[in-house]
């Protein structure tokens, strides 16, 4: 998330919101934002979400998810916002919805369905 420069705009249990300005290096051949950041960072604030319920030495690792641009992502910054459906011992579902944000309006531009994996992080995050 260092190299989109995004930030954690907020934390609570089960939810987080990452934002990441607009920046020639994370957009595509017409200036919108690439799908493939849009995607990381839908997927950190997921996989953020999840670390809210686990335990300090568990992680959650992403095993699966299904993303749908819904609009072509063109503003000042990206926001994501990912929820925990359904916490697990094993395994989390969580969803992340992306919005771009422009003058003060914000607008959807991709959700995401995510399946992540608890695992034990041996003291290593």
């Known amino acids: 998330m260092t190299t989109f420069g ?3 705009r ?6 987080v919101e990452l934002a990441m300005p607009w920046s020639e290096g994370v957009t595509q051949q017409h200036g919108f934002f690439h799908g493939g950041a849009v995607g990381a960072l839908a997927d950190s604030a997921c996989g953020y979400a999840a670390l809210t319920l686990v335990g300090e030495d568990e992680a959650g690792l ?6 749908n641009l819904l609009s072509p992502a ?3 910054r990206l926001v994501a916002v990912g929820r925990v459906l359904k916490p697990g011992r094993t395994l989390i579902v969580a969803q992340g919805d992306v919005y771009v944000e422009q003058d ?9 369905l995510m399946t992540l994996c608890v695992v034990k992080t041996l003291g290593h995050v």
């Open 6 to 8: 995004a930030t954690l």
């Open 10 to 15: 907020r934390v609570d249990r089960g939810e």
């Open 62 to 67: 992403t095993a699966e998810y299904k993303i």
């Open 74 to 76: 063109q503003g000042e």
């Open 104 to 112: 003060g309006r914000r607008k959807q531009v991709a959700t995401m």
